[in-house]
């Protein structure tokens, strides 16, 4: 997921599908990347410990490089709830 941290982007949806994710493939690992999404915000840190995903995040931060990023991910998510083309079917 490539998105500034923001809560229309629904970072925390988008971990609360990883955990799931990693429920049934454990290898699964998970990048995320944008303005904010870097070790030193608390608040992402502790949606992604909270969410037992410590081992299979990677934080990138700003990306300047997106074009580069986009070629290595098998698949690529956008949870964001209110921007256009984001479809949300979450079932509890």
């Known amino acids: 997921m490539l998105a500034r941290y923001h809560p229309m982007k ?3 949806g988008f971990l609360e ?37 410590a081992d299979q995040v990677y934080l990138l931060g700003e990306c300047g490089h997106v074009a580069s990023v986009l070629p290595a991910l098998d698949v690529y998510v956008s949870s964001s709830s209110t921007e256009a083309s984001p479809i949300r079917s979450v079932k509890p």
């Open 10 to 12: 629904d970072h925390a």
């Open 17 to 53: 599908a990883a955990r799931r994710v990693k429920e049934a493939r454990s290898a699964t690992r998970f990048v995320l990347g944008g303005t904010g999404i870097d070790p030193g915000n608390a608040a992402l840190m502790r949606r992604v410990q909270d969410a037992g995903l």
